[in-house]
């Protein structure tokens, strides 16, 4: 999760994901641009994503991680560590 | 997505498929030098033919048709055809205001009998590799359908790592647990997440971000791993 808890300790600054500008901006405002159905995932397939998802959520780099970090922290009175 | 470190060890169906045996060329209607004169504003260098279809994750016998496309904007528009692909597979590479590349994954169908065989996820490693090395920042697609629909573009890629700010008014419909979640990848991260996307989800359009150890990377690479897929 993103939200960083504030001043405290031992959290992270979890940085914001890069999100693209909008297709139309990029290509101009008359761009159509269709869907890639490109990836058509079998039930296994899907059970393995979930899977690496939940490591991923327990990896040090997770911002799941950083959240939980930085909830255990405790903040100061005055906002510094 | 993990590389064979000396281009041994590759998978078996990705060493078969997949050694750069494409085809590029410019579009019928378009002008070569026109073409690699938008490249290299894009990319600010001069790049290779072949690179369009490293870029594009062309695998062998493919056809990768490029042109400029009308208008100032500096945007290159490249045409995948191959007997997979049912139509052909059709991205966009373009330079942002920040002056970022960006490549727009459009669209993109294979026909059902080559479907759930891993080739989208290879087509997808192998853009992501090339993207990686040449500077690509980012790719976007457009992830269409929603709970119920014949489509599910809005929950595969967001599994494949395509991210997006959360709509504003779902935010406040999080179930309590996941109230902190504003992107939709933070979502993935957690089983209830997955499972209220895939019910309250919606199209958006996805960024993988390319960055050195961006989520979208690391869970593509991790994904890669597990199904035997080396590139």
């Not at chain 1, 959520?57 to 991680?65: G, N, V």
């Not at chain 2, 494949?160 to 109230?179: E, I, K, N």
Request: hydrophobic letters at 40%; glycine letters at 10%.
């Amino acid at each position: 999760m993103t939200k960083s808890g504030g001043s405290t300790q031992h959290a992270h600054k979890v940085q914001a994901p890069l999100i693209a500008p909008s297709i139309r901006s990029l290509l101009g405002a008359d761009a159509d641009v269709g869907p890639d159905e490109s990836l058509a995932l079998s039930a296994d397939e899907e059970r393995a994503l979930a899977a690496v998802w939940d490591e991923e959520a327990r990896s040090p780099e997770s911002s799941a991680t950083h959240v939980r970090n930085a909830k255990r922290a405790v903040p100061t009175k005055n906002g510094r560590a | 997505m993990e590389s064979a470190p000396d281009g041994g060890g590759r998978d078996p169906i990705t060493a078969a498929y997949w050694n750069g045996r494409f085809a590029v060329e410019c579009h019928p209607r378009s002008d070569p030098e026109e073409a690699r004169a938008r490249g290299r504003a894009i990319f600010g260098r001069q790049v290779p033919d072949a690179a369009w279809g490293l870029l594009v994750g062309a695998p062998d016998d493919a056809t990768v048709a490029v042109n400029a496309e009308p208008g100032s904007r500096p945007v290159l528009r490249v045409t995948v055809s191959h007997a997979w692909y049912d139509g052909p597979a059709i991205r966009y590479l373009a330079r942002d205001d920040a002056s970022r590349v960006g490549i727009v994954n459009a669209e993109f169908h294979l026909r059902p009998e080559w479907q759930r065989r891993g080739i989208g996820t290879r087509v997808l490693a192998h853009q992501v590799r090339a993207g990686h090395q040449v500077g690509v920042a980012y790719l976007v697609t457009a992830a269409a359908g929603g709970p119920g629909g014949s489509m599910n573009g809005y929950y595969t890629w967001a599994l494949l790592g395509f991210d997006q700010r959360l709509p504003d008014d779902l935010v406040p419909r999080l179930p309590a647990r996941l109230s902190d979640a504003r992107f939709v990848l933070d979502l993935m991260e957690d089983a209830e997440g997955r499972e209220w996307w895939r019910r309250n989800g919606r199209a958006y359009e996805g960024t993988f971000t390319l960055a050195d150890g961006s989520r979208s990377l690391r869970v593509l690479r991790a994904y890669t791993v597990r199904q035997g897929i080396t590139i």
